[in-house]
Structures are given as structure tokens and as C-alpha cells.
């Protein structure tokens, strides 16, 4: 079944607009607000954490034992994919990039500065930096957004799915240092061994040597965050040139997504081996 949802997710993210109307945080956010509000939980950061991602977690573990023995388990498929949706990140990247391409392909530098401010949260020095910076945040979010998720969903089911999220939205939207941090380490943990995966899947399906040389020396590190090593073994497996503006810039994120989606199939084909093997 977890694999049919994986499908399925598929369908509703290119062909419906059911991922917008599912993804409401509000009442989420307001639970959030409201524990960070009260000074014994902000005292005790980890346990205002486990609070707010352990208590949804029971709720819907509640609801998934309740449906399993209804209509043979088929009542927990439309549960097991809106929380998967549900989990997927926020936004459309590609819409979010898509001023930030036209700026940098007509060869704007200040349009590009202000466009990457305003919708990507990005600042840099110089045009080299700034296009480094994107390309960052673009394979960055595409792993956050659906790797991260369909990984532990593969892996550990619902639950797992909806947990990395709940810790990605603490670190995104907390705002006591304490909690933030908290949720950072936590996620750094979720993030350790699925980064490392889509890693290696880089290499398989880009440049496979220089993949093998940027993640030697990084592949057991605990210290280097997943955004650093996500990128840097991207840009090794799509050959990623010196950062330059025009046409030749725009195209360098175009080899990144490209490369971002020879992974997402290599991934769906695991899966689907993995699911008739067992």
C-alpha cells in the first residue's frame, strides 16, 4: 500500500490543487504559539518539542488503529496520503524561482539581488555567491520538501513522515531560540542517513566520480548539515560550472532540477523493487 500512496502523491501534486488546501498549518501554528506563550514550556525547550510533534503523532496513530481492522485496512489508505501531503514542503519551488530565472537570464544583476531578498530569503556579495546561494536552495528544498518525506514514509510508515515535518515547521516558525534550537538538532538527525541516500543517488545517476569525491571524506560526519552536503554533492553530479549571469547561469539550475529528477525516478524504482521483493 505504501507504495500505491507514493503513486498517488505523485497524481495530486502535478495534477490537482488538493496539496494547497491540505497543507493548513493554522491550527498547528496557533498550538505552537500558544506552548511557546506559557513560561514553564518555555523553560523546558525539549519538552514543549515533544509536546507539540508527539501529540499529533498519537492522534493520528489513534485514528490509523481504529480504521486497520475496517474494510481489510482500505480506510488507511486516504489517511496514510493526506498526511503524506500533508508532510511534503510548502510552496511551488519552481514558481518561487521563476522571477529570480528571468532577472538572471536577461542578465539583471539587481533585479536578481532583490527578487532572490524577497522571495528566496537569500543575500549575497557578489553575482558568483548569489548564484551559488540558489542553486543551494534549490536542491536543498526539493529534498526537504519531498526526499526527506517519501524517505522516512518508505521507511517507517505515517508517522515518521509527519514528525519530520511537524520538526521542520518548529524550526521554521518557533520563535524562542531555545525550541529552535532543539527542533535544529532533532531535524539534523532525521536528516542524517536520507541526505546521505539521495547523496549516493546522485552519484548513480550523475557524475559518479566526482560525487565519490566530495562525499568521502563527508559520508560518516556528523558535524556538516544536510544542506551543505546535499548541495555540494549535487553540484558534483551535475557538473556544475563556474557560476556566470545570463543564459549559461540559468541553465546550471536547470541541470540541478534535472538531476533532482533522475533521482525522484531512481528512487520511485527502488521502491517498487523493494515493494514486489517484500
Not at 485514528?63 to 503524506?84: F, K, M, N, S
Not at 509527519?162 to 532525521?190: K, M, N, S
Not at 553530479?237 to 525522484?264: H, N
Amino acid at each position: 500500500m505504501n507504495f500505491l500512496v507514493l503513486l498517488l502523491v505523485l497524481w495530486v501534486e502535478k495534477f490537482s490543487a488538493w496539496r494547497n488546501r491540505i497543507q493548513n498549518d493554522g491550527h498547528w501554528l496557533r498550538f505552537l504559539a500558544t506552548t511557546e506563550s506559557k513560561p514553564r514550556w518555555a523553560e523546558r525547550p525539549w519538552l514543549a518539542l515533544a509536546l507539540l510533534v508527539l501529540l499529533p503523532l498519537l492522534g493520528l496513530g489513534l485514528i490509523l488503529q481504529l480504521l486497520e481492522p475496517v474494510a481489510y485496512g482500505w480506510l488507511v489508505l486516504p489517511v496514510h496520503l493526506l498526511v503524506v501531503i500533508y508532510s511534503l514542503g510548502r510552496g511551488d519551488l519552481l514558481a518561487a524561482l521563476g522571477p529570480f530565472r528571468d532577472s538572471w537570464r536577461r542578465g539583471d544583476a539587481e533585479a536578481a539581488y532583490l527578487v532572490a531578498r524577497r522571495d528566496l530569503a537569500l543575500e549575497a556579495d557578489d553575482e558568483g555567491t548569489l548564484l551559488h546561494s540558489v542553486q543551494g536552495y534549490l536542491v536543498w528544498q526539493a529534498y526537504q520538501s519531498f526526499f526527506a518525506v517519501i524517505f522516512w514514509y518508505a521507511l517507517l510508515g505515517p508517522l515518521a513522515a509527519l514528525a519530520y515535518r511537524l520538526i521542520a515547521l518548529t524550526c521554521e516558525h518557533a520563535t524562542a531560540p531555545a525550541l529552535r534550537e532543539a527542533a535544529a538538532q532533532v531535524r539534523h538527525g532525521f536528516d542524517w542517513l536520507p541526505v546521505r541516500v539521495l547523496a549516493a543517488s546522485f552519484a548513480l545517476v550523475g557524475n559518479f566520480a566526482g560525487v565519490s569525491r566530495t562525499l568521502l571524506h563527508e559520508l560518516l560526519s556528523w558535524d556538516i548539515s544536510a544542506a551543505q552536503l546535499v548541495t555540494n554533492t549535487a553540484r558534483a553530479a551535475g557538473e556544475i560550472p563556474e557560476p556566470v549571469i545570463g543564459e549559461a547561469g540559468v541553465s546550471s539550475l536547470d541541470g540541478l532540477w534535472q538531476l533532482l529528477v533522475r533521482a525522484a525516478v531512481f528512487w520511485y524504482a527502488g521502491f517498487a523493487v523493494w515493494t514486489l521483493l517484500i
